[in-house]
T-cell receptor
């Protein structure tokens, strides 16, 4: 089944404890992206990747890191999480990098930073 | 800068009534425009998209949207609401003002369908 998977789905952590949220797609998609969703703010793009080893900042990259060493994986790293990073996170992928392609979203990761 | 405005964070309609969800965008380059739907506790899925072909775009579940360049709008409509349409709807645009394929999402409209 074609899908975007994220792990974990739920995570409670404490301030400053490094964490990684994994994202994997099995559709051979070029474009991958991370978003955070907050009430009243909609979705905001954190980072995106046009291809392996090519990543760029979205609108809210502060406090996050990403890497794209393999085409299928795009992990999101929080080196030192803070309470303002408590949010619902979505990974998404699309086939091409021309902008008009449909993005396919993962099920989301709900993160609580205490 | 690129932006998307969705008027009305909450919209209520009666079952069988017209659904109209508004989306206005600002863009300095020809845009691609999208409507995504999010059902409770799920990720987003595409309803429809405008990619510079026909200005009237038909999507899944009876939804459609019309791209109006003069009004910088891409409103979502459905002639007759169904209870299963209750969800949150997001409008999105790309590329950003510099031509980079970042995606800008609106703040969302939560649709409630009344029996």
């Amino acid at each position: 089944e074609a899908q975007v998977t994220q792990n974990p789905r739920y995570l409670i952590t404490v301030t400053g404890k490094k964490l990684t949220v994994t994202c994997s797609q099995n559709m051979n998609h070029e474009y991958m992206s991370w978003y955070r969703q907050d009430p009243g703010l909609g979705l905001r793009q954190i980072y995106y990747s046009m291809n392996v080893e090519v990543t760029d900042k979205g609108d809210v990259p502060e406090g996050y890191k990403v890497s794209r060493k393999e085409k299928r994986n795009f992990p999101l790293i929080l080196e030192s999480p803070s309470p303002n990073q408590t949010s619902l996170y979505f990974c998404a992928s699309s086939l091409g990098t021309e902008g008009q392609e449909t993005q396919y979203f993962g099920p989301g990761t709900r993160l609580l930073v205490l | 800068a690129q932006s998307v405005t969705q008027l009305g964070s909450h919209v209520s309609v009666s079952e069988g009534a017209l659904v109209l969800l508004r989306c206005n965008y600002s863009s300095s380059v020809p845009p691609y425009l999208f409507w995504y739907v999010q059902y409770p506790n799920q990720g987003l899925q595409l309803l429809l998209k405008y990619t510079s072909a026909a200005t009237l775009v038909k999507g899944i579940n009876g939804f459609e949207a019309e791209f109006k360049k003069s009004e910088t709008s891409f409103h979502l409509t459905k002639p007759s609401a169904h209870m299963s349409d209750a969800a949150e709807y997001f409008c999105a645009v790309t590329p950003d003002y510099s031509g980079t394929y970042k995606y800008i999402f609106g703040t969302g409209t939560r649709l409630k369908v009344l029996a």
